[in-house]
């Protein structure tokens, strides 16, 4: 059985700093793709961030480069999202995600497994 589990979130405030964490069981973690999505109130799912399997290559959303770092541990199974100079935009539910080809993506239609994602408040 394939788990994503979350952790990390909060509410912090402006211009704080917060990292998400993401522990993968059952599947083999380091051929996999990983990303980060994230969903406000009335607003569809947005890419945030992906890795490919070994961390050799990265992606970010425009909103969140400079800002976000995506990085990984394979030997723990674990994705990390590093988020700084935290925004009242960047208030969201996050959640992480395995594509099981290892190539970075944007798109959530790629990837197939999903966590059940954390809460990020940033408070002004």
């Known amino acids: 059985q394939v788990q994503l589990v979350e952790s990390g979130g909060g509410t912090v405030q402006t211009g704080g700093s917060l990292r998400l964490s993401c522990v993968v069981s059952?599947?083999?973690?380091?051929?996999?793709?990983m990303g980060w999505f994230r969903q406000s109130p009335g607003k569809e799912r947005e890419f945030v961030a992906a890795?490919?399997?070994?961390?050799?290559?990265?992606n970010y959303a425009v909103s969140v480069k400079g800002r976000f770092t995506i990085s990984r541990d394979n030997a723990k199974n674990t994705v990390y999202l590093r988020m700084n100079s935290l925004i009242s935009s960047d208030t969201a539910v996050y959640y992480c995600?395995?594509?099981?080809?290892?190539?970075?993506?944007?798109?959530?239609?790629?990837?197939?497994?999903w966590g059940q994602g954390t809460q990020v408040t940033v408070s002004s």
């Open positions: 059952g599947l083999s973690f380091g051929s996999y793709a």
């Open positions: 995600a395995a594509r099981s080809l290892a190539v970075v993506t944007t798109s959530s239609a790629s990837y197939a497994y």
């Open positions: 890795i490919n399997w070994n961390g050799g290559s990265t």
